[in-house]
């Protein structure tokens, strides 16, 4: 294979490179430590104060039912590693630092989840109670309150961010991936509670039982909960906001946070949408599957939609590898495409599978490079380059 090193990409391609990195905000450094930045003191508290909620919950709860908490906690925590890797694998086309959405994540499980929707539902419900009585404040409450109060409280994750990191947040992907994580990490604290209150039904008898109950009915739906809710919301959320390169469209963004808190609405209220509805609250399992394919179905179509901009800088960024020779512009399209593009590409690599898979992951970890050197002629970058040669140059399988 021949790469031509002696033919430089043409002005315009490095321009719409260098444009790329600037518009994606892609190897911009995080730093959390800001105290000169208002929003950093806003963590602080916030943390502060979800922590100063959650404590004497634990610790009430430990008392009580400590063998239910402590298997609620393993459980979770060991249910959010895969989910954590899941989310970013699928953060891969100008992908935001670890500790960016880490942060996003905390808040989510300490500041949304204590702080912030565990008062209000608090405050709300007793009033649900005083208005219409029990059994409606029962059947409608929770439906009626925390599709708004828990929708708005993870999306304070987005926000919050903005304000750490603004160069950082700059499509509607960025905030689907934040919203994500913020509400992974509202989704682990709120079930590890559940895990421990549900012992409370056998009155502390059972604890282990009731807890693994939960985590296998929490664990097989958390697909359609709080993590896609909030990722629907927040994407919603920087389409409505607007960012500096992706273009405000405050009708889908609209639409895109009202579908969230629906979707949450009927998560919440599916036994009592089917006594009202179908005459049967027991049916409440067909809304709940409504639910699931719809939520499903939307969160496809906007991780498609909200990528759109990311898949263009990402091309944007290799087109001058490709232009030199390093890559070939099937490698680019694989890599800045869908994951149908991706397995499209590895199926006509025949006899090169491996090898494919092998170039692919080199040239996204040229890209990395490129954008952490914040451009193409760092060491750094002509030591990934050469490997992705290397990878090209060697034969297929037979």
Known sequence: MTVRHDTDPSDDLLAAQVRALDESGWGAGFRLFQPRNPAFWVLAVGLVAGLATAIPIVTHSAALYGTALA????????????????????????????????????????????????????????????????????AWGAGLTAPFTEEIAKATALVLLIGL??????????????????????????DMLYAAQSAVHTFGTDQIGQAVKIIAFRGVFGIVSH??????FCAGLVWFLGRPRAQRNRVLGTALMAA????????DSAGALAGMLLGNSGLGFAFTIAAVIVGLVLVVWVARRASDI?????????????????????????????RKDRR???????????????????????????????????????????????????????
């Not at 993590?227 to 629907?232: D, G």
Request: hydrophobic share 50%; aromatic share 14%; net charge negative.
């Open 165 to 190: 990191g603004s160069r950082l947040v700059r499509s509607p992907y960025d905030g689907f991936v934040i919203g994500a994580f913020a509400g992974l990490g509202f989704q682990v604290a709120e």
């Open 310 to 338: 990311e898949k263009h800088w990402l091309h944007d960024l290799l087109a001058p590898e490709v232009a030199q020779g390093t890559i070939g512009e099937a490698e680019v399209a694989a890599l800045a495409g869908t």
């Open 227 to 232: 993590t896609l809710f909030s990722a629907i």
């Open 260 to 267: 969230s808190m629906f979707l949450h609405f009927v998560w």
């Open 71 to 138: 298997v609620g906690v393993v459980g979770f925590a060991i249910y959010a590693i895969p989910w954590w890797i899941f989310l970013h694998h699928h953060d891969r086309y100008t992908p935001l630092p670890a500790k960016f959405v880490a942060v996003g994540f905390v808040w989510g499980a300490v500041a949304a989840t204590f702080w912030m929707a565990y008062n209000a539902n608090n405050a709300m419900l007793p009033l649900y109670a005083k208005l219409f009585g029990h059994d409606w404040a029962m």
């Open 344 to 398: 499209q590409y590895l199926r006509q690599q025949k006899n090169g599978k491996r090898r494919a898979h092998h170039v692919l992951d080199a040239t996204a970890d040229l890209a990395a490079g490129i954008a952490g050197s914040h451009g193409p002629d760092s060491p750094e970058v002509a030591e990934l380059r050469s490997e992705v040669v290397r990878l090209r140059a060697e034969p297929s399988a037979p």
